[in-house]
């Protein structure tokens, strides 16, 4: 289920199956200009880089996006026929990809309040559902989330901690967990490492974050 899939660095994501597809793409080594879609799950700098999103954007990229992002794609030169806007609580569908919209946002902690109306994915290929959390805490949306593979931070700070992101695993029981959002901003190896101890047997953690 993880083949041809990569985390690049902290919650960036790159998956080469039928469509190459990034998810917040950030610390980009140099210019791919292969994205058939892009997805940004808020307006964060470690989420939405403008500079990143050029070095994987191609002529007829398609950037699915919050609403509240348009102005600044569209600033930036962006066509609107290339943009969706989401909102949470949401199914979509484009270029033959199913996905839907789970609402992402603190409960103990306001860098990321839920009126912002700020996103993670779930983006349904090949029948396999992968659900990006965003920047999250647990929240009512997502201990109901159905996914066979989930990304979920596990930094702290300003998402759930590792322990946290593995009780939200617990729950929702996918098949494979791999943890994001530590190792650039916030978050250690270390995080990543705890919380693939504290899942129950049922999920597999894996490490996927390159070093």
């Known amino acids: ?28 080594e140099k210019d791919y200009n292969d994205a058939d879609l892009i997805f940004v799950t808020h307006d964060h700098y470690d989420h939405y880089s403008e500079e990143d999103i050029d070095k994987v954007k191609k002529e ?40 839907e919209t789970i609402p992402a946002y603190n409960t103990n902690k306001q860098f990321h309040p839920k009126e912002n109306e700020w996103v993670g ?20 949306e997502n201990k109901k989330v159905k996914c066979d ?9 300003y998402t759930m901690d590792f322990k946290e992101a593995a009780y939200l695993i617990n729950e929702i029981k996918p098949k494979i967990a791999v943890p994001t959002h530590y190792g650039s901003v916030v978050g250690t190896e270390q995080d990543a ?7 129950h047997p049922i999920t597999k953690g894996i490490i996927l974050m390159k070093q």
């Open 121 to 140: 994915y779930i983006i349904e290929i090949k029948g396999i559902r992968y659900y990006i959390a965003g920047d999250t805490d647990i929240t009512e």
């Open 193 to 199: 490492i705890d919380f693939v101890r504290l899942l």
């Open 149 to 157: 593979v989930a990304f979920i931070p596990v930094g702290g700070t």
């Open 60 to 99: 007829d990229t398609v950037i699915i996006a919050p609403e509240e992002l348009l102005t600044k794609l569209l600033r930036k030169g962006i066509r609107q026929d290339y943009i969706i806007t989401v909102e949470p609580n949401k199914e979509y569908m484009t270029e033959g990809i199913k996905f």
């Open 1 to 28: 289920m993880l083949e041809n899939i990569e985390l690049l660095c902290h919650s960036s994501i790159r998956i080469n199956k039928e469509k190459i597809i990034y998810i917040d793409p950030y610390k980009i």
